[in-house]
T-cell receptor
Framework: DADVTQTPRNRITKTGKRIMLECSQT?????MYWYRQDPGLGLQLIYY???????NKGEISDGYSVSRQAQAKFSLSLESAIPNQTALYFC?????????????FGPGTRLTVL | KNQVEQSPQSLIILEGKNCTLQ??????????LRWYKQDTGRGPVSLTI?????NTKSNGRYTATLDADTKQSSLHITASQLSDSASYIC????????????FGAGTILRVKS
């Protein structure tokens, strides 16, 4: 969905490096999410945010941190990347108050940690 | 533990044929179930959303069914096209406005000409 953009789309890095993945949205949604997708597994929630002042841990937050710089921007950082963080990372947004919490996903960032 | 299991893991069919993908869940409580389509290299896109009171919902050639009693859902694709080749993900939400979605691992569908 072009309304949710992620940069970079692909990134190769080395163990121990700090990495930041960025997400921007033009949908005007309040809620933003970061997910990780591994082969053979369902998407897992890393962090989510209801607004600029609200950050919440998801299922697998260890080794990750986030920053909600503005309503439209939500960044995911890997403080010290390790090989098992190699995965596809997706940002998603949803509209506060919209029933069913339909989430709209960005195109993903493929991260490889060597 | 809340879980969503999908079968088969992968499927190959000929263009023009129909197919059915299965989803079993153990999520409780239950608010709604959705099917997403994920093209290679893209993010998931919602196909259908059903609440516990809905038995079936269609979106073009895609028809989803839900049996809340047996906690099973299926996605039926009619007259498949090459563009249907993708991963189909079943997702269950325990809460009406909630954030904690439970994702299945997906079924990878390949449509051959």
């Amino acid at each position: 969905d072009a309304d949710v953009t992620q940069t970079p789309r692909n990134r190769i890095t080395k163990t121990g490096k700090r990495i930041m993945l960025e997400c921007s949205q033009t949908k005007g949604h309040d809620r933003m999410y970061w997910y990780r997708q591994d082969p053979g597994l369902g998407l897992q929630l890393i962090y989510y945010s209801f607004d600029v002042k609200d950050i919440n841990k998801g299922e697998i937050s260890d080794g990750y941190s986030v920053s909600r710089q503005a309503q439209a921007k939500f960044s995911l950082s890997l403080e010290s990347a390790i090989p098992n963080q190699t995965a596809l990372y997706f940002c998603a947004t949803s509209d506060l108050g919209r029933i069913y919490n339909e989430q709209f996903f960005g195109p993903g960032t493929r991260l490889t940690v060597l | 533990k809340n879980q969503v299991e999908q079968s088969p893991q992968s499927l190959i069919i000929l263009e023009g044929k129909n197919c059915t993908l299965q989803c079993n869940y153990t999520v409780s409580p239950f608010s709604n179930l959705r099917w997403y389509k994920q093209d290679t290299g893209r993010g998931p896109v919602s196909l259908t959303i059903m609440t516990f009171s809905e038995n079936t919902k269609s979106n073009g050639r895609y028809t989803a069914t839900l049996d809340a009693d047996t906690k099973q859902s299926s996605l039926h694709i009619t007259a498949s096209q090459l563009s249907d080749s993708a991963s189909y993900i079943c997702v269950v939400s325990p809460e009406l406005y909630g954030n904690k979605l439970v994702f299945g691992a997906g079924t990878i569908l390949r449509v051959k000409s």
